[in-house]
Each structure stands twice: as structure tokens, then as C-alpha cells.
């Protein structure tokens, strides 16, 4: 057995179980990466209209990876000329099932070279291999296979209804699950018949390029899907475009309800997935060891970079003591360090910006006079980084409470009664998702009913599937994505 003093100097030996790790490193040897990616208009690469690139790092490492075109209302326009092109000539126009072949295609390819995706989600983005390999890329892959089979079936999806598509989508992507999040917009959008313009994220845009890649190889017509990176202006020409039919955004709730302002009165359709603070509720019935790992997946799964998270737990004051007792022993084994490696369970925060962000909670947090409790184990000593953290003694009017930190921090609160519970969990904007653990089935139903959120897990969490819709209440958005329900925002129906 390590001692504690010990572990606390060797990053790989501070392990309170005794358990020690050697190095697993995914290669990433046969990667290959351009130096500078362009925008991707009408099946093909071209130069942003002002010349200028801006660098993508690894924040593991603070190293720059790649460079990729910054992108203006010019190159925008653009893209929104090709895709409306490709929507009135090509692919509105097209069978249904052939649609439906392309995005088999593109599915089928992004599989086979889903090892590839899964390391450059994780060189660009800094979450973990064993995520970006097991939970990503299948889902991205998932995302596609399911809403093609919807293609040449949406007469099924809406009976009686006559269905057509909707024009020209922009699409707005945030840096959490990039290539998913890209699936979850392109797939239902084309399997629907229309046509795409997606801006990735600033810090995210890699995977999304390797995914013009794929659109390339599998022959999809030229200005099916157009791909323009950039910041956060880029994202806001887009909107502002004349001629965006529906804008479909997922990110903070803050540029979300800005998006909705300028939206206002344009007569154009739009979703928004934004921030959410959702709450584990812990009875003294449930399983502790199982709740205490589906709190732990809930909120240091992907460094806390989760709308969804499980950011807050509400645990029955009976059981308090021993379930914060067996997360601080399970957050003492959790490894924090190089997102390549297949042992890591935490790994890099996002960017320097997002790091402070969180840092500027801890400090919040400590001056409300809440107890920050952080696990021992060393970080790198490049890149950014946070241990996993609990805040404990918190008010219900903390802003640690209310507010989405979107990093690897859980706020804990107890109750006493289900009622209560319920009560506490509601108490913030947000109503993204909930999570209830319980032996009881009656009391799983009374609380899910209660709680005001799109997604409510039970004695499990953060479990996602295509054919399950995804969306807010409150602050948390407007519209869902994925299932049948996904379709929705892609269609008009008379
Ligand atoms: P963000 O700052 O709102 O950015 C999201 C996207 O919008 C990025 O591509 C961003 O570009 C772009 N953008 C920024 N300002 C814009 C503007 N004025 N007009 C149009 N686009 C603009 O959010 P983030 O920090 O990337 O992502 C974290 C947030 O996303 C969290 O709040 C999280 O809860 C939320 N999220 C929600 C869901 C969901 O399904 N509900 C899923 C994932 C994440 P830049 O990258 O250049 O800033
Ligand atoms: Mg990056």
C-alpha cells in the first residue's frame, strides 16, 4: 500500500487503494493532421474570404495542434449560398431512401475510422480516450445509422401529416462532445431533406474537419453540408443570415437567449439546448455504492463538461455522512492527467478561459463560506487541469448552487422528506436533466413526474441513446434532439 505522503509526490502511485497503474497511452502515432484546415463549401476546401487562420491546441498541453480558417459573414454567405443550391437542385429533390444511403455511408465510414476520431477528439479537446472512444464516436456513429433509417420513413413518423422539409439549417456547436454534437444536428437534419451550414466550436474544430472528410468520401452532393469555423461573430453571422431557414444552437444559456433576441420577429425557426445544474437525488433506500458511482459518472464523467451533469446532490440526511464519506474515498482513486491514456479518468480542462472559469468558482464558493473539499492526487504539470471537487455545507441561494460551473465540481445538499427534495432540485433556471436513486419504484414515479427537466435517469446516469429525445425546461433550451422527437425541428408538416 502507497502511503498517502508518498502518493501525494508520485502522480502515478497516489492511489488511497494501493492500486497502482502502469502508463496504458493510446497511440497517437498514425494520426495525421494538416497544418491548416480551410472552410468546407460545396464539397470542397476552400480559403476564408479574409486570409486568416487562428491555431487549435491540445489542452493537455497548451501546444497548438493545427491551424483552421477564421471565419466572416463573407465565407458564411457563402456557405449559405451552396447549401441552398444543393437544397432546391439536389437534395430536397432526391428519393427519400437514396437520402437515407448516404447517411448509412457516412456512418459506415466514420466506424471504420472511428479509433482516428476518438484519438483527435481527445488530442483537441482534452477528454478522455476511454470516453471519446466508448461513448463519442459509437454514439456519433449511432446518431447517423438511426436517423437514416428515418429517411424514407417520415410518412411513418407522421401519420396523416404531409411532411416536407424545412431549407437551409444553421447549426451551432459548443466544445463538450464536438463530433457529437455536430451528429445530433447534421444526421436529422438531412435524413429530413434539408441542407446544412455548421460552425464548430473556436477550441473544438478538428473532428468536425475530419468529418468534411468523410462527407467527401462518401460522395454526399457538394453544399449538402458546408462546414465554416471561427468565433463566436462567425456563429453570429450565421444567425443573422437572410437566408437561414432554422437555426439550431446548443451551448450557453447567456448566447442562447441572445440567439432567441435576434431571432425574435425574423419568422425563422430555431432549438436551443443551453446550460443546465442538474441535481442527483440520493435516497436512503438506494443502493449507496451504486449511487455513489452514478454520482461520481454524473459529474467528473468528461471533466464535468456537461450540460447535462449531475452538478448538484441532494442526499437523504440519514445517509449523508456515509454516502460524502465513499465519494470522498471513490474521488481519491479517480486518476486526473493525459486524456491519451487509457487509465485516465479525468481529463484536461477544456481551455485556459473555461479553467478560470471554474477556478473563479472555487474562489465564489470559498467566499460564501462553503466547505471545498478537493482529492489529493497531483496534476500535470502543463495544460489545465482540476482535481475533482465537492462544495459542502451549501444554501440553496449559493451561487454555487444555482449557477452551471461546467467543470468538475458537485455541489452537495441534504433533505429529509421527498417532497423537499423535489423542491430543492427545481430551485434553479435550469431543467436540463435529474437524476433519482431509490429502491422504491413508487417514489422513482413521484419524483420523476415532479421534477421539471427533459431527462430524468434512475438508479443510472448519463446514459444516452438515438432514439431518445434530449432537451431543457426552463433556461435550459427549447425543442428536443434525438428519437422521433428530433425530427420535429427538421420538418413541416401541413
Ligand atoms: P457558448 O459560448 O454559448 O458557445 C457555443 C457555440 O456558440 C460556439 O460554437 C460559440 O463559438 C458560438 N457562439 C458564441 N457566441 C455566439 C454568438 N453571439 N452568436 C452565435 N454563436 C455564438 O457555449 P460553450 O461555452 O461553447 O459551451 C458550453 C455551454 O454549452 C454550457 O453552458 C453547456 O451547458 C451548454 N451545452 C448544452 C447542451 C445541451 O444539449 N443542452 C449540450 C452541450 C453543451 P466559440 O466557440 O467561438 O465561442
Ligand atoms: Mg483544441
Redesign the pocket.
Same mark, same amino acid.
Given at each position: 500500500m502507497t502511503s498517502k505522503k508518498q502518493g501525494k509526490e508520485s502522480r502515478k502511485l497516489d492511489f488511497s487503494t494501493g492500486w497502482d497503474y502502469a502508463p496504458a497511452p493510446q497511440s497517437s502515432a498514425d494520426i495525421t493532421l494538416a497544418k491548416r484546415y480551410k472552410h468546407f463549401i460545396n464539397g470542397k476546401f476552400v480559403a476564408p474570404a479574409n486570409g486568416k487562420y487562428f491555431s487549435t491546441i491540445n489542452p493537455a498541453t497548451a501546444r497548438p495542434l493545427a491551424k483552421v480558417a477564421a471565419g466572416n459573414a463573407r465565407d458564411i454567405d457563402k456557405a449559405v449560398k451552396a447549401a441552398r443550391a444543393a437544397y432546391r437542385n439536389v437534395w430536397s429533390k432526391m428519393a427519400p431512401a437514396e437520402r437515407g444511403k448516404y447517411l448509412f455511408r457516412v456512418a459506415r465510414i466514420i466506424q471504420e475510422r472511428s479509433r482516428e476520431f476518438a484519438v483527435i477528439e481527445s488530442l483537441d479537446g482534452g477528454k478522455p480516450i476511454r470516453e471519446s472512444r466508448d461513448v463519442d464516436i459509437p454514439l456519433v456513429a449511432a446518431h447517423f445509422f438511426y436517423n437514416a433509417g428515418w429517411a424514407d420513413k417520415l410518412n411513418y413518423a407522421f401519420p396523416t401529416r404531409s411532411v416536407k422539409p424545412v431549407g437551409v439549417a444553421g447549426q *451551432? *456547436?459548443?466544445?463538450?462532445?464536438p463530433l457529437l454534437?455536430a451528429a445530433w444536428k447534421i444526421a436529422p437534419a438531412l435524413a429530413c431533406g434539408n441542407t446544412v451550414v455548421l460552425?464548430? $466550436? =473556436?477550441?473544438t474544430p478538428l473532428t468536425a474537419m475530419k468529418l468534411a472528410e468523410v462527407m467527401q468520401d462518401a460522395d454526399l452532393p457538394p453544399g449538402v453540408v458546408n462546414i465554416v469555423t471561427? $468565433?463566436?461573430?462567425?456563429? $453570429?453571422a450565421? /444567425?443573422q443570415h437572410p437566408d437561414v431557414d432554422k437555426i439550431a444552437?446548443? !451551448?450557453?444559456?447567456? /448566447?442562447?437567449k441572445?440567439?432567441q433576441r435576434q431571432l425574435a420577429g425574423t419568422g425563422k425557426r430555431y432549438s436551443l #439546448?443551453?446550460? !443546465?445544474k442538474a441535481a442527483n437525488i440520493v435516497f436512503a433506500d438506494a443502493a449507496i455504492d451504486q449511487a455513489v458511482e452514478g454520482i461520481v459518472n454524473g459529474i467528473f464523467f468528461n471533466q464535468g463538461? /456537461?450540460?447535462?451533469a449531475g452538478s448538484r446532490l441532494l442526499v437523504q440526511e440519514s445517509v449523508a455522512e456515509e454516502v460524502i464519506r465513499k465519494l470522498k474515498d471513490r474521488m481519491e482513486t479517480l486518476i486526473v492527467g493525459d486524456p491519451l491514456d487509457k487509465n485516465t479518468d479525468i481529463g484536461a480542462i477544456n481551455s485556459k478561459e473555461?479553467l478560470e472559469r471554474i477556478n473563479a468558482y472555487l474562489k465564489i464558493g470559498a467566499e460564501e463560506g462553503v466547505q471545498v473539499y478537493q482529492s489529493s492526487c497531483a496534476v500535470p504539470d502543463t495544460g489545465f487541469w482540476c482535481r475533482p471537487t465537492l462544495f459542502t455545507g451549501v444554501a440553496q441561494s449559493n451561487r454555487v448552487v444555482q449557477e #452551471?460551473i461546467?467543470g468538475p465540481v458537485l455541489a452537495v445538499q441534504t433533505f429529509r422528506t421527498v417532497n423537499e427534495a423535489i423542491a430543492k432540485s427545481n430551485n434553479t433556471p435550469y431543467g436540463?436533466s435529474g437524476g433519482v436513486w431509490t429502491d422504491k419504484g413508487a417514489k422513482i414515479f413521484k419524483v420523476t413526474r415532479d421534477i421539471r427537466a427533459g431527462v430524468i435517469w434512475a438508479n443510472t446516469f448519463n446514459k444516452f441513446d438515438p432514439t431518445s429525445p434530449? !432537451? !431543457?425546461y426552463k433556461e435550459?433550451?427549447i425543442g428536443r =434532439?434525438g428519437g422521433l422527437h428530433g425530427l420535429e425541428p427538421y420538418v413541416t408538416l401541413n
Open positions: *451551432i *456547436i459548443p466544445w463538450n462532445f454534437m460552425k464548430p $466550436a =473556436e477550441t471561427g $468565433a463566436g461573430d462567425t456563429g $453570429a450565421l /444567425v444552437f446548443t !451551448g450557453s444559456t447567456q /448566447v442562447g441572445q440567439i #439546448e443551453l446550460g !443546465g463538461h /456537461v450540460c447535462c473555461q #452551471e461546467f436540463l434530449f !432537451g !431543457g435550459s433550451g =434532439e
